[in-house]
C-alpha cells in the first residue's frame, strides 16, 4: 500500500491538483454526495428508495455516486442473500461524522434562502 506523507498532504493543500484532500473535498462537495449522506442519516435506505427520496437523481448518478462512497468508506453496501437480492446503503462510522458539517451547510442554507433569491433577483434585474 502507498503511503502519502503528510508534509506532502499539507503543502499547498487542496488548492493543488495532486493533494489527496482535494479529491476528498471533491467527493463531499459533490451535489449528489450531500444528498445521499443526508438521505441516509436515520439508518439505511434500499437504493429505490434513495431514487425516490432524491429527485431528480439519474439511476446512472445515483449507482456511481454510491459506488464512490463505498469506495471512499463512506457508505457501507449490505446485499442480502435472498431472491430477488435485497441491497441497502449505509453510512459507515466516517460517513456519519459527515453528519455535523452537513447539518451545519444544511441549516445556514435554510437561513440564507431569502438572501440569496433576492441577490440573484437583484443580479439578475440589473442592466447588464
Given amino acids: 500500500m502507498v503511503t502519502t506523507p503528510p508534509e506532502f498532504v499539507l503543502r499547498g493543500g487542496p488548492y493543488r491538483a495532486d493533494c ?43 449507482t456511481q455516486t454510491l459506488r464512490g462512497l463505498e469506495r471512499d468508506g463512506l457508505v457501507h453496501r449490505t446485499a442480502y442473500p435472498e431472491v430477488p437480492v435485497r441491497v441497502e446503503y449505509s453510512l459507515t462510522e466516517a460517513g456519519r461524522t459527515l453528519r455535523e458539517p452537513l447539518r451545519a451547510l444544511q441549516d445556514w442554507s435554510i437561513a440564507h434562502v431569502e438572501d440569496i433569491a433576492a441577490a440573484q433577483e437583484a443580479y439578475d434585474s440589473a442592466d447588464r
Avoid at 23 to 51: C, H, N, P, Q, Y
Fill in 20 to 62: 489527496p484532500t482535494r479529491r476528498i473535498m471533491d467527493r463531499i462537495g459533490d451535489r449528489w454526495t450531500v444528498l445521499i449522506v443526508v438521505a441516509l442519516w436515520d439508518g439505511s435506505a434500499r437504493f429505490s428508495e434513495l431514487r425516490r427520496r432524491i429527485e431528480g437523481i439519474s439511476q446512472k448518478m445515483l
